[in-house]
């Protein structure tokens, strides 16, 4: 029985391994300015894109940036790959 406790408690603790990490990704020498626009793409299998656009285009659309101070993106997983999601953050003016 005790075997089948900790068989069960490791397929649950690896059913809800996640992981989140933010990078920089790029700087310019504009301001760093007030706005922040983002964008997020989430995909299935690491290879299926399910929905959204995590470029750094849209994020800055979203937030009505025209000059752009740095990036960041940030990765979101679950299970290596299985369900992974991407948010790129644009901040600028």
Do not use: Q
Not at 13 to 21: K, L, N, V
Not at 35 to 50: D, N, Q
Not at 69 to 75: F, G, K, T
């Amino acid at each position: 029985m005790k075997k089948f406790f900790y068989l069960a408690a490791l397929v649950c603790g690896m059913a809800m391994t996640s992981c989140t990490s933010v990078v920089p990704l790029a700087a310019t020498s504009n301001n760093v300015g007030s706005k922040c626009g983002t964008a997020t793409e989430t995909r299935i299998l690491g290879i299926f894109p399910f929905k959204g656009d995590h470029g750094i285009e849209a994020a800055a659309k979203n937030g009505g940036i025209k000059k752009i101070s740095h990036v960041d993106v940030e990765h979101f997983n679950v299970l290596g790959y299985i369900y992974t999601k991407t948010t790129t953050r644009v901040y600028g003016e």
